[in-house]
T-cell receptor, first 116, second 110 residues
């Protein structure tokens, strides 16, 4: 596609519900990141994939958060038993190369999650 | 761990005035990237600086990377209302984990 897409764009969940957020990166992009952005803050790193391999998940806040990219393209971020503090915008970004620290990242529009 | 600090957090300017935001890291960075996020939008890549003392220009935007590769700045000359948004710097933590600053929100008054 022309850019990174994410769905849904908005998600309202009741506390305790599970949610799944989807990211479609740019075709051919090897690297994929998930970020969490709270209001008035910069994006906070959650996890990184290189193709299907999850190389780093050090930013995931708790074991309620789980991410996968089984075929090295589409990725899903799952949050189990959502809590109010999970409310944020979840951003997905992809980049072409395997050295994302020095590679242009292309961000999706984000999913705004509100937990009531 | 590495932190990337940005100042100021907010900046109000009159249209036509200049604007500068500063980014400081507690550790030496291999590179630094700048992004712009419009209100309600997502971060959009602007530029990457790699070399010590590097200066790059994009029309009215001037980006600098410090000699020690610990600080960077973005300067906008003669701001326009289209410049409104939050400007983030980001440096890699370790080999690749991008660490974003908190951002500077630019408000341009017509």
């Amino acid at each position: 596609g022309a850019g990174v897409s994410q769905s849904p764009r908005y998600k309202v969940a009741k506390r305790g519900q599970d949610v799944a957020l989807r990211c479609d990166p740019i075709s051919g992009h090897v690297s994929l990141f998930w970020y969490q952005q709270a209001l008035g803050q910069g994006p906070e790193f959650l996890t990184y994939f290189q193709n299907e391999a999850q190389l780093d998940k050090s930013g995931l806040p708790s074991d309620r958060f789980f991410a996968e990219r089984p075929e090295g393209s589409v990725s899903t971020l799952k949050i189990q038993r959502t809590q109010q503090e999970d409310s944020a915008v979840y951003l997905c970004a992809s980049s072409f190369g395997t050295l994302p620290g020095g590679d242009t990242q292309y961000f999706g529009p984000g999913t705004r999650l509100t937990v009531l | 761990g590495q932190q990337v600090m940005q100042i100021p957090q907010y900046q109000h300017v009159q249209e036509g005035e200049d604007f500068t935001t500063y980014c400081n890291s507690s550790t030496t960075l291999s590179n630094i990237q700048w992004y712009k996020q419009r209100p309600g939008g997502h971060p959009v890549f602007l530029i990457q600086l790699v070399k010590s003392g590097e200066v790059k220009k994009q029309k009215r935007l001037t980006f600098q990377f410090g000699e020690a590769k610990k600080n960077s700045s973005l300067h906008i000359t003669a701001t326009q209302t289209t410049d409104v948004g939050t400007y983030f710097c980001a440096g890699p933590r370790g080999s690749y984990i991008p660490t974003f600053g908190r951002g500077t929100s630019l408000i341009v008054h017509p």
